[in-house]
């Protein structure tokens, strides 16, 4: 069985040097699929977490995030990291408990982000720092090296400024954080800029929202992580309501053509721990 400091080693180490993919499983047979595949990590999506319960993103507690966070851990050997969304609750000791229960449940790293949960809103830059230096204090305490990525979120729930989120950016990475990340950044070069301006590894949400490029783009300009979020969950919702129409409206059977066969089986296996 591979341990929890196993796990938080091998997860850190991936963001010495070159550029990983981190997909985002949203339960446990996506968990072991994709471990079955051969990625190195795994990483919670907080939306297609919510959506597999049936409501939308920033409708789950602390609660329910730590207990699928501690089934997935428990489902494969990759190292996981998590989406914390803004640490459920607005005082730094709020994020520092949210580090400690996720440690705890598993999890070598997760993320915190500067949304205050009021529409179009973040948190002040000095509160926002001392929410993450709170995290990664609590991070320090623990018996290994978990990863806390703390996230600008300009781009997706505040205000969609370039230079206020790399002024963000810098402002937690002086708090600790391990590594940055500003989703929905718009183009190659906004990716390149926020790369080139931090000195500590970046993750990036798919690549710019302009258009996709290739993981191979994003790591000759210094990225260190890709993850895609709720993408892959959309996905195969996407595969569902599309058969599903078919089989309502036209009462007929195409999608069995798309039916992967064995192959589900044989990831799902593959990627199942060890002693399972």
């Not at 591979?2 to 981190?22: R, S, V």
């Not at 499983?25 to 319960?53: C, E, M, N, Y």
């Not at 090296?145 to 963000?168: C, H, M, Q, W, Y």
Request: hydrophobic share 45%.
């Amino acid at each position: 069985m591979i341990t929890q400091t196993a796990k938080a080693k091998q997860f850190a180490a991936l963001h010495e040097e070159g550029c990983f993919a981190l997909p985002n499983p949203w339960d446990i047979g996506s968990a072991r699929i994709l471990a079955g595949l051969g990625f190195d990590a795994l990483a919670t999506t907080s939306a297609g977490f919510a959506r597999s319960t049936g409501v939308d993103d920033y409708q789950v507690t602390r609660d329910m995030v730590i207990a699928h966070a501690r089934e997935l851990c428990s489902a494969t050997d990759l190292p996981i990291s998590s989406d914390l969304e803004n640490g459920f609750g607005h005082a730094p000791d709020d994020c520092a408990e949210t580090i400690r229960q996720a440690a705890a449940a598993g999890l070598v790293g997760g993320s915190i982000e500067d949304f205050s949960g009021e529409p179009g809103k973040q948190y002040e830059i000095a509160h926002a720092a001392d929410r993450i230096r709170a995290a990664v204090e609590a991070a320090k305490a623990l018996d290994f090296p978990f990863t806390v990525t703390a996230r600008a979120e300009n781009f997706f729930t505040g205000t969609p400024d370039l230079s206020d989120a790399i002024k963000r950016l810098h402002a937690y990475q002086e708090a600790g954080a391990h590594c940055l990340y500003a989703p929905g950044l718009k183009t190659l070069e906004d990716i390149r800029t926020v790369v080139g301006s931090v000195d500590r590894p970046v993750n990036v949400l798919l690549g710019p929202s302009s258009g996709p490029v290739a993981l191979s783009t994003l790591a000759d300009i210094g990225v260190r992580r890709v993850s895609v979020g709720a993408v892959f969950s959309s996905l195969a919702y996407g595969a569902l309501i599309a058969a599903a129409e078919e089989f309502l409206q036209d009462g007929s059977f195409g999608f069995m053509q798309r039916l992967p066969g064995r192959k589900l089986m044989d990831l799902i296996t593959a990627g199942t721990p060890a002693d399972d």
